[in-house]
Each structure stands twice: as structure tokens, then as C-alpha cells.
């Protein structure tokens, strides 16, 4: 809102738009867990579906994402991804699915 020249915040997460399926009359989430990304001020580290940090950039010096530091023994990368491991340990082990409210039958449903 132009009030700031940064975001307070530590970190933000993006997450994927997986596919999902029926259950129990519901529409939930085809995985329990869905991969994400989670970003700071300089790295961004890409999660699995089962929690885990697979990818490591240093945007400030890879925008386009050419070198996955993953591996890399660097106290810096290894600090990021320690960071991001301890953000991913305070997240629930399954993403809660969407508590839909059921729409009544429209005209254009398809009788089953």
C-alpha cells in the first residue's frame, strides 16, 4: 500500500493446484500433502509431497532457477535450508481438505 519499502514478514508459501478427487461426498485434495514453495528474502526452497526440501535457489543470484543448490555444503545454503526445514516441522503432516457446503442439483447436472 506504499506505506513500506519491505514486507515484515520472514517468509511466504505458495502452494500447487493438484488435482483432487471425491470422497465421502466431498471434494478433497488428491494427496495428502501438496507440494509448495517457500521464499524469503533471498532463497526459495521447493518441497515434495512429502515435506521435504528438494530445491534450493539464491534468487538474488539465480533468478531463473539454473542452479539447485540443494547439495551444496556452504554454511549459508545449508542455514537456508535449515530455515526452511524448521518452517515446514510447524505444518500439520496432511493439508486439510475444503469444507464445502453441497450445492443443491442445478439444471445442467448430469443425471447418474
Not at 512429502?50 to 556452504?74: C, F, H, R
Not at 545454503?77 to 457446503?101: C, M, N, S
Not at 450445492?103 to 445442467?108: F, T
Amino acid at each position: 500500500m506504499g506505506k513500506a519499502d519491505d514486507s515484515p514478514r520472514d517468509w511466504v508459501m505458495s502452494m500447487g493446484g493438484h488435482p483432487a478427487k471425491l470422497r465421502d461426498g466431498r471434494v478433497v485434495p488428491k494427496d495428502t500433502y501438496d507440494e509448495r514453495v517457500l521464499r524469503d528474502k533471498r532463497y526459495k526452497a521447493w518441497v515434495d509431497g512429502k515435506g521435504q526440501v528438494t530445491k534450493l535457489y539464491d534468487m538474488s543470484q539465480d533468478p531463473w532457477e539454473a542452479t539447485n543448490l540443494i547439495d551444496s555444503k556452504k554454511h549459508e545454503h545449508l542455514t537456508a535450508i535449515y530455515k526452511f526445514d524448521a518452517v515446514l516441522g510447524k505444518f500439520p503432516e496432511e493439508d486439510a481438505g475444503p469444507a464445502y457446503k453441497k450445492n443443491p442439483p442445478q439444471s445442467w447436472d448430469r443425471k447418474q
